[in-house]
């Protein structure tokens, strides 16, 4: 048997095991710790196991992940997130439709100093929802936009899947980070204009908020210039050289203890919860990007990402198709397997295939975090509809998914517009050098 | 057995708060080296080293605690369709894989662990020995494989 054939039956293998409900992690490891083993021997194979697992949770890089999930983790405990709602709420929500508008820029707000798109959502949901159910906002534009908008979390820096696949290519993190800014921006405002939208064809889905005096606007803005300064200390500090990625992201923690603790929003117990719910996402994600590298060295052997590099190549059809067809592996897979090991597991696969067709690996990362936009909203697995059905407890799981879709549309058209003009995303990053 | 599995849980909440450390202590390493390096032209000796040992330090304690939590992620919902007696065999095949992967880790990595005690490695700048860290790394498959085996005796026992 040829060592390609052994590598397809591991991936059939492995499918299987996901479908059994065997933890994503666990089942990377095994497989590959099989495949490695029956590839070479089995003495190999349990020898590479655990030095695999240690050496990767030994390594200094993969730590920037676990800095700036707790950044993410203590930016909320200091109550960023609730000022950052306070100032888009008095900035756009004397408009129709304008406390879900306002959610949205608070949830791109809070995403340049939070990570995760659940923890945007979680944090922005607990905020706006009840404030728009108050105002008499329609449940479906009210928790579709807030599930949707959380995904601003990964497109605007910091993000944990920027951070992943810069790992897992060696692309420039900074760089990474600051191609996501503009794309951010689009969806924004994509997601704002698909708000105003369904507000025209409803007009009671969206109801004006209260009118509020331009001292009051301003005022509030003030009150965000913390948020702001931080943004620019752990970006900029990482873009200019002057931290690593995983300096960065312990001085954007250190920032935002001292801003809650200056304004005495921390407390005690607040950190510690936040240290631990910091902890146990690190937890979940290490593991399996340890375990993957398990799974990633049978890969390897087995040359399955040559085969189908050489495979794809030969069958002569136009680029933009084999980006189409990746996008489309993403979109199904990511209806299926949480975004993050599903980047896991396909990046070692697939980025060969991308950068042999000459397209730019800074690019495909923002094309990656935009597809992953669309698998935490999409159903099944679709996590930020859950987190959100977590805080509106009475709103039934058909409603939110309902919601979900024109800020879908936003997501898919922002996508079309980067691969026609993906000089929105490498613009940025082009005007660095090094 | 459930009187096993409140005293593993027990474990296991002491065990993450191993892990609170760690990561406490990644983050203020970081905090020291950078503020040292910025401002006072002293960064940390061996700055790198000590925040990738307090990952292994935070990490693998906690791993076992997210078996209890479910943080692991897994696909759940194709399972969820499947006949009760289907769901339980494949649940007791999965606990059988899980601990075979779990005893395997913890073994090859006490010999990984011993062989580098042997050898002497240690970090090029902290001077700090390797062998502890994989020591923890291994010990701490050990509540997995008991949560496993647990669960395994629950789902012979009609427990599950």
């Known amino acids: ?434 | 057995m459930e009187r096993y599995e409140k005293y593993l849980r027990r474990l296991c909440e002491y065990l993450e708060w191993a892990g609170v450390l760690g990561i406490l202590c990644m983050f203020f390493a970081n905090l020291i080296d950078v503020i040292g390096a910025k401002f006072f032209k002293w960064p940390l000796p061996g700055a790198l080293e000590i925040i990738s040992f307090s990952q292994i330090v935070a990490i693998t304690p906690a791993i076992a605690l997210g078996l209890y939590l479910g943080t692991h992620l897994s696909v759940d919902f194709i399972v969820e369709k499947f006949p009760r007696v289907l769901k339980k065999i494949l649940a007791i095949f999965v606990s059988i894989l899980c601990l075979a992967l779990a005893v395997l880790i913890f073994w090859e990595g006490l010999k990984y662990a011993h062989s580098l005690k042997l050898s002497g490695e240690i970090g090029s700048v902290s001077k700090i020995p390797f062998f502890p860290f994989v020591y923890v790394f291994a010990i701490s498959w050990l509540p997995v494989i008991l949560y496993y085996l647990i669960e395994l005796i629950k789902h012979f026992k009609g427990e599950r």
């Open chain 1, 1 to 434: 048997m040829s060592s390609t054939t052994i590598g397809l039956i591991g991936i059939i293998l492995l499918v299987a095991l996901f479908i059994i409900r065997m933890p994503i992690g666990f089942s990377m490891a095994f497989v590959g710790f099989l495949g490695f083993s029956f590839v070479t021997s089995l003495k190999s194979g349990m020898s590479i196991l655990p030095r695999d697992l240690f050496e990767q949770l030994n390594n200094y890089s993969i730590s920037a992940i676990t800095m700036f999930i707790l950044m993410g983790y203590y930016a909320f405990s200091a109550g960023l997130g609730t000022r950052l709602y306070d100032a888009a709420y008095k900035i756009f929500g004397n408009v129709k439709g304008g406390l879900a508008i306002s959610s949205i820029f608070a949830c791109a707000a809070f995403g340049a100093i939070c990570g995760s798109s659940t923890a945007t959502a979680a944090t922005m949901g607990k905020l706006a929802i009840p404030a728009m159910k108050r105002y008499g906002y329609n449940n479906t534009l009210a928790t579709g936009c807030i599930a949707s908008a959380g995904t601003l979390g990964i497109l605007i820096p910091p993000s944990v899947i920027f951070l992943i696949y810069g790992f897992m290519t060696e692309q420039s993190i900074g760089k990474l980070f600051i191609s996501g800014i503009i794309p951010g921006i689009i969806l924004a405002i994509f997601m704002s204009i698909a708000v105003i939208i369904m507000c025209i064809i409803d007009p009671t889905c969206g109801p004006k908020g209260e009118k509020v005096a331009f001292i009051e606007k301003v005022k509030a803005f003030i009150k965000i210039f913390d948020v702001l300064l931080l943004f620019i200390l752990v970006i900029g500090g990482l873009l200019f050289g002057f931290f690593t990625p995983t300096q960065a992201g312990g001085i954007g923690a250190a920032g935002a203890l001292v801003t809650g603790i200056i304004r005495r929003e921390l407390t005690w117990k607040s950190f510690i919860e936040n240290t631990k719910g910091a902890l146990r996402t690190s937890v979940m994600i290490l593991t399996i990007i340890a375990c993957a590298t398990v799974f990633g060295h049978f890969m390897t052997i087995s040359k399955i990402p040559f085969a189908l590099s050489n495979w794809v190549k030969s069958l002569n059809v136009p680029h933009y198709m084999i980006m189409f067809i990746i996008i489309l592996i993403y979109l199904i897979g990511g209806c299926f397997i949480d975004a993050i090991p599903l980047i896991i597991l396909t990046i070692p696969i697939l980025y060969p295939i991308v950068i042999s067709y000459g397209y730019d690996p800074i690019w495909f990362g923002v094309i990656i975090v935009l597809v992953t936009c669309m698998g935490v909203i999409t159903p099944p697995v679709g996590v930020n509809i859950y987190v959100i059905k977590g805080i509106a407890k009475d709103v039934p799981l058909e409603t939110i998914f309902k919601g979900i879709f024109p800020f879908l549309i936003a997501i898919i058209l922002t996508t079309i517009i980067l691969i026609f003009f993906p000089n929105i995303a490498t613009f940025l990053p082009n005007l660095i050098n090094y």
